[in-house]
């Protein structure tokens, strides 16, 4: 199968890649984040995945358009559905590569988090794919969380300390401060 594989941010990406690439799928990892804020995080997340990537051999398409006005145009006043919003944009965009680029099917890296709704991600995905009429794999790669941590840690990622959002970024730091 030939997938093309959503990828948040090269930590999330090794073990997913590990585990596609050993079941015999050819998996190339796609980059389009429009979500992530401030600028600077978004340019380091990129840079990440892009090192990652070339030193692994793994082929990389990027979407470097950093839409973040869009990207809050459609989240504000529907902050407490941001995630939606945020997961319909992502494998919008990649299921649209997806189906230009002639891949079989495509998914999201997203999946290895336990902090992602895996449930929205699945029936957001298998709505889209039903949209641009290309199939979405779905795979909980959650059990693979750890050994993630553990790879990026390994590699000397790059590891950010909240999803992306200028939200969650709030969340994350308001009640340490």
Do not use: W
């Amino acid at each position: 199968m030939k997938l093309l594989l959503h990828t948040c941010c090269a930590p999330c990406l090794t073990y997913p890649y590990k585990v596609l690439s050993e079941e015999g799928m050819k998996v190339s990892a796609f980059s389009y984040n429009p979500n992530i804020h401030p600028f600077t995080e978004y340019t380091k997340r990129l840079n990440c995945v892009k090192d990652y990537t070339k030193e692994k051999g793994i082929k990389l398409i990027i979407k470097d358009d950093y839409a973040v006005e869009e990207f809050l145009r459609q989240v504000v006043f529907r902050e407490n559905n941001r995630c939606s919003i945020c997961y319909r944009i992502r494998l919008a965009e990649t299921a649209k590569t997806a189906k230009s680029g002639k891949f079989d099917a495509f998914s999201t890296t997203m999946l290895v988090s336990p902090h992602q709704k895996h449930d929205l991600i699945r029936s957001i995905g298998e709505s889209i794919a039903a949209e641009f009429d290309i199939d979405f794999f779905y795979k909980d790669f959650r059990e693979g969380y750890r050994e993630s941590v553990s790879l990026s840690k390994d590699a000397g990622l790059y590891r950010q300390q909240y999803c992306g959002c200028i939200y969650s970024e709030k969340e994350r730091y308001q009640h340490s401060a």
